[in-house]
T-cell receptor, first 115, second 112 residues
Framework: GESVGLHLPTLSVQEGDNSIINCAYSNSASDYFIWYKQESGKGPQFIIDIRSNMDKRQGQRVTVLLNKTVKHLSLQIAATQPGDSAVYFCAENVDYGGSQGNLIFGKGTKLSVKP | KAGVTQTPRYLIKTRGQQVTLSCSPISGHRSVSWYQQTPGQGLQFLFEYFSETQRNKGNFPGRFSGRQFSNSRSEMNVSTLELGDSALYLC???????????FGPGTRLTVL
């Protein structure tokens, strides 16, 4: 895997611009996907989730797009703010009898917002 | 309501020792999961407990074990510590599938 905080893909955007963070997931049997944000010194924080029966889901300033054909997930952040600076992870989950605990996390992308 | 709490926040041990980490989930959450986060491997699933039963286990050696108590609090234990066990250990709790999984701040374990 790749380093958290070291050698991570970095996306640098200007404050107010839109950000798009991409993620390729690994298991075609995964049917639930989540985006997390992790700030330095903190645990991951839930942003938005989507089930495999959907292609798009919107939250407050965030949109998640799911393309099952190519196993691709994206997170769009509108009007990016300095407080959005963090490492973003996608996570996938396969249903093993109702369990959600076994999330498989992506490598992470570091978002840097320039004021 | 109170979030997920983990104790201790920082721990320094030497090779060969064992360690026990504790996690208190959000009140009402019966699912507790543990993850290891390292710069090299990223976030990796260790195990999940639900109502005192281990429901899922990741690909870690048997030195890593855990348990959950009747009040949903959980502990994880690592025996015969190795240098490579140095990591941030994260605990997360949730109501169940399709419900938000809340993470604690983690325990930073350093093995010397």
């Amino acid at each position: 895997g790749e380093s958290v905080g070291l050698h991570l893909p970095t996306l640098s955007v200007q404050e107010g611009d839109n950000s798009i963070i991409n993620c390729a997931y690994s298991n075609s049997a995964s049917d639930y996907f989540i985006w997390y944000k992790q700030e330095s010194g903190k645990g991951p924080q839930f942003i938005i989730d989507i089930r495999s029966n959907m292609d798009k889901r919107q939250g407050q300033r965030v949109t998640v797009l799911l393309n099952k054909t190519v196993k691709h997930l994206s997170l769009q952040i509108a009007a990016t703010q300095p407080g959005d600076s963090a490492v973003y992870f996608c996570a996938e989950n396969v249903d093993y009898g109702g369990s959600q605990g076994n999330l498989i996390f992506g490598k992470g992308t570091k978002l840097s917002v320039k004021p | 309501k109170a979030g997920v709490t983990q104790t201790p926040r920082y721990l320094i041990k030497t090779r060969g020792q064992q360690v026990t980490l504790s996690c208190s989930p959000i009140s009402g959450h019966r699912s507790v999961s543990w993850y290891q986060q390292t710069p090299g491997q990223g976030l990796q699933f260790l195990f999940e407990y639900f109502s005192e039963t281990q429901r899922n286990k990741g690909n870690f050696p048997g030195r890593f074990s855990g348990r959950q108590f009747s009040n949903s609090r959980s502990e994880m234990n690592v025996s015969t510590l190795e240098l490579g066990d140095s990591a941030l250990y994260l605990c997360a709790s949730s109501l169940g599938r399709y419900n938000e999984q809340f993470f604690g701040p983690g325990t930073r374990l350093t093995v010397l």
